[in-house]
């Protein structure tokens, strides 16, 4: 049997997400890491399969995914895992609504800063700090009164959001101030299955 | 019978984005324009629908959905436009991609751009012009082999990236160097029902 690949680089968050959806929910994955730091995905080969020239890409025979946030819908769809990824209008909005600020919001607030202080990204880190102290508090409210971020239970948008918001210490930004975010990071810890980011 | 409510901006091109949509398919939306000049958006009233105190909003009924990309989704799937938003997992999955690309790569580039040229926000036009020119030219070559972004027709990606697009000349971003992603504009703008932003 043929797995399919996940191009991948260990300390990303971005891929993180698909590792740690896959691990909850039992998808057996091939992993290639990608090095990044050689340029590797900057060859014409893999800008064949993902003309951002970034990782995650998930290639599934002749199927080429690449963003994070895509991979998570293809593998809930492509497996049935429609309690991770609920198939109602209401349901499917309200995940398409947390990818969007796991894309956005939380890539420019937590996972830039981390860029900065783990990797030396020349990204300015007042920026990334400020917008993350605004991101951080409206989803601290927001948990303090949601177990989870989309619907009753965890779902695909909780593997978005939880990589770059649990890590968000890495780039110096404190968790301290936001007990319902860490209660819901506690939370996504203790699902069957959890990985942390270095396994 | 009482209409879906999008709580809109008539310049926004986010609420745009909605507004196409409805109008390519033939959902009748009611507008609320919220006063975002006068602060409308930061009341308690308009946080309790969105926390990111940002326009578009939805409601129907007792639904409320906030992010551009996610309103589309609710749209296509509450009213069966399974043409734009395809069912089937590798599908999904493209569309998602290209959502995430609307929200991150565009709205970063193109759309920021014109926030500064337009209405003076206080962000950092250089790094929203140098952004824009690395995403319309790999939107542009990707364009020059593939008629539509997700699949072989039009989908909500399209709704979701045209907008700022199209709009980028009012950053200063010019689309003369791109002929595909300008030949994909007029393939839009050639869609029956098509409206303009400011209609």
Known sequence: ?????????PPSGNCYKVRLFAALVGIELEIRNV???????????????????????????????????A?????????????????DPVGRAKVAQWLSVAVNE????????RLVKLFGYPLR???????????LKIIDDYLSGHKWLATERPTIADCA??????LAPQGEIS????????????DVEALPGYIPVDQ
């Open 1 to 9: 049997m043929t797995l399919p690949i996940l191009y991948n680089c």
């Open 71 to 87: 991979i998570l819908v293809y593998l809930a769809e492509t497996y049935g895992k429609h309690d991770w990824l609920p198939s």
């Open 175 to 186: 968790l301290e101030p936001y007990p319902s975010l860490r209660r819901w990071i506690s």
């Open 106 to 113: 939380i890539q420019h607030g937590p996972a830039d800063a």
């Open 161 to 166: 959001a939880y990589p770059y918001l649990a």
């Open 35 to 69: 090095d990044l730091a050689a340029g590797a995905q900057k060859t014409a080969e893999f800008t064949a399969l993902n003309p951002w020239q970034q990782v995650p890409v998930f290639q599934d025979g002749e199927t080429v995914i690449w963003d994070s946030q």
């Open 125 to 135: 880190y007042d920026d990334a700090a400020k917008a993350s102290e605004r991101t």
